[in-house]
Every structure is written in C-alpha cells, then in structure tokens.
C-alpha cells in the first residue's frame, strides 16, 4: 500500500499521514455495504432476467397447460355448435313429427354449478381459463344428457307410433273397393222405422248376408253378443283411445278378450237387431265418443275414391237402421 503525504501548515513540512483504526473501519465497512448492495443487485437482476430450472420447467409446464385449455375450449365449442344443431332438430323435428312437445330450454340447460363454485376457481391463481372451461364442460354435460334422455324418448315414442298406426281404424270393415255398399254415411239422417230425423252414429254398408266382416285395425274384443238395437254385435278396442263396432252381425267368429289384427274376419253381415235390410253398421269411437269413420279409411282409398266416397255417403240422406 502507498504511503500518504500533507503538507504541515505551522512548519511548511511533508508529514506522513497515520491512519487509525476507526479510519480503517470506516473504510471497511464502506467497501462491505457497497458489495452487498451490488451483489444483491446482481442477485436480483439475475433472478428477474434468468429463472432457475425448476422455474424455468414450471413456466413451460404452465405454457404448454394453458396452451391445451385454449385448446379444448375450442372444442367444446365446436360441440356446443353440434349439440345446438341436433336440440333444435330434436324441437322442430322428430319431436314435431311425432307429436310430442319441445323440451324447454331452462330444462336443456338447467343449474349447473353455483356462481360461488365458479369464483372459487377464478381466485385461484393463473385458472380464469380454466374456469371459464370448467364451466363450458358443465353446460354441455348438461345438455348431452337431456338431449340423450330426449332421443331414447324418441324411440318410445316412435314404437308407440307405429303401434298406434298398426291400430288404429284404417280400412273399410267390408270389401268395398267400387263403393258400390255405401249405403247411409255419418251425420243427421232420416229413421227407416220411426220416419224422423236422427243423428245416425256410424257409416251402413249394403252386402249380402255371409259377407265377411273385417276388424280393421289391431286390438282385443271387448263385446260380442246382443245388443238392443244393434243385434248381433262386436266391439273392439284398440288403445290409443279408440274403439269400434260393428252391428246387424249374422254370425260371430271372435269371443271377448280375443286379440285381433286389422284384415282379420271377425263376423259376418247379417239383417239383425233394428234392421230394414242386410248390412253393416260400423262406428269409429275416439275418447268415447263417435266420430265420422270415414276419416279412417286411408290405408284402403285413393284421395279421388276418398273424396267419391265422401260425395256418396254426403248424399246417402236415409238409414238401414
């Protein structure tokens, strides 16, 4: 270390200058502080700009993560587009062919998680993304499952369906094809007996006695004997809240709680009970009550015979019964 020199004011002399030790701790300590303020500059600095591995691995890891959410999120997305698209082909149209009501969109959607749950995930550090997808996922879980449910309603409702149109009348109840045998259709008509004007319930159609009767639609007998009025008669139910009979029977060939199909020969026309002549009287229930059958012949017209039919049985002004 070099030696220090001043100048004496009183004998104008060199002196040496002699340092004590508080000069040389002042002096020490002065260099410590200053390199442990630099290091923690550096130490700092070097933690900011350059992670250490394990960070470094975590950050990526933390990348790669929010990299697949955004990922999936898109996804789902694209399957909410999906799921959207086959909830309103459901509503406007196998629910609508089949008759049924929509399912409502509250009932599509309902409550998934609460709010709270959601904020939860929210204050979580780096998870607004993930939130926001976990809430994706519940929504479409949601709707996977009633729309799921919807379409195994679907298929019961489309089995109903074609049980109900395997029962329900849809044929005339003897062979008609010309419309030769209409004889008096549905509506006011003039009593053959008592010579006033009556609701007539049914259709009549003329045919020799033996003729064959047909059930003319899927469903179990639920009458078959004598009725006041009708004679020899038979009476079917076929679900779906309809019925139909047939009176002025010759012959009976089915029993009560018989299962019978449409086309299968139940009786035969006959001239009894409160009869001017050998015919059918048919009627078609629906809820109880008669109504016109010859809205139930579609399996059996072409829309020309329909509207002929119709024409025929409109102008038919009197009754065999």
């Not at 086959?86 to 509250?106: C, K």
């Not at 749950?117 to 929504?139: E, G, P």
């Not at 012949?297 to 015979?305: A, G, I, K, N, R």
Request: hydrophobic fraction near 35%; aromatic fraction near 12%.
């Amino acid at each position: 270390m070099s030696k220090k020199y001043r100048i004496n004011p009183e004998t104008l002399q060199l002196e040496r200058i002699e340092h004590g030790l508080r000069y040389w701790l002042r002096r020490s300590g002065g260099y410590i502080i200053g390199g442990i303020c630099l290091g923690v500059i550096f130490f700092y600095t070097f933690l900011y700009f350059f992670p250490s591995p394990r960070e470094a691995s975590l950050m990526q890891y933390n990348k790669n993560l929010t990299a697949e959410m955004e990922v999936l999120s898109k996804q789902v997305d694209q399957m909410q587009i999906v799921l959207s698209d086959l909830s309103q082909r459901d509503d406007n149209l196998y629910r609508a062919i089949l008759g049924a009501e929509p399912i409502p969109m509250s009932v599509r959607l309902g409550a998934t998680q609460q709010i709270s749950y959601y904020d939860s995930l929210a204050r979580m550090t780096n998870t607004q993304l993930a939130a926001d997808l976990q809430r994706k996922v519940d929504v479409l879980e949601k709707e996977l499952y009633v729309q799921a449910r919807s379409y195994e309603e679907i298929v019961d409702l489309e089995k109903k369906q074609e049980t109900r149109m395997e029962n329900i009348p849809a044929i005339q109840p003897v062979l008609n094809k010309d419309l030769k045998r209409m004889a008096s259709g549905y509506g006011w008509r003039v009593d053959p007996v008592y010579h006033v004007r009556r609701f007539h319930e049914g259709m009549d159609f003329t045919a020799p006695v033996g003729t064959d009767i047909f059930a003319t639609g899927n469903g179990i007998v639920t009458y078959a004997g004598w009725r006041q009025g009708y004679g020899e008669t038979i009476e079917i139910d076929h679900g779906f809240n309809y019925a139909t009979r047939y009176a002025h029977c010759s012959k009976l060939l089915v029993r009560v709680g018989q299962k019978v199909k449409r086309g299968d020969v139940i009786a035969l026309v006959g001239n009894t009970g409160k009869s001017t002549g050998p015919h059918l009287h048919y009627e078609v229930h629906y809820l109880g009550r008669p109504i016109d059958p010859r809205n139930y012949y579609f399996y059996d017209l072409s829309p020309e015979d329909y509207d002929k039919m119709v024409q025929i049985s409109s102008n038919m002004g009197n009754m065999l019964d």
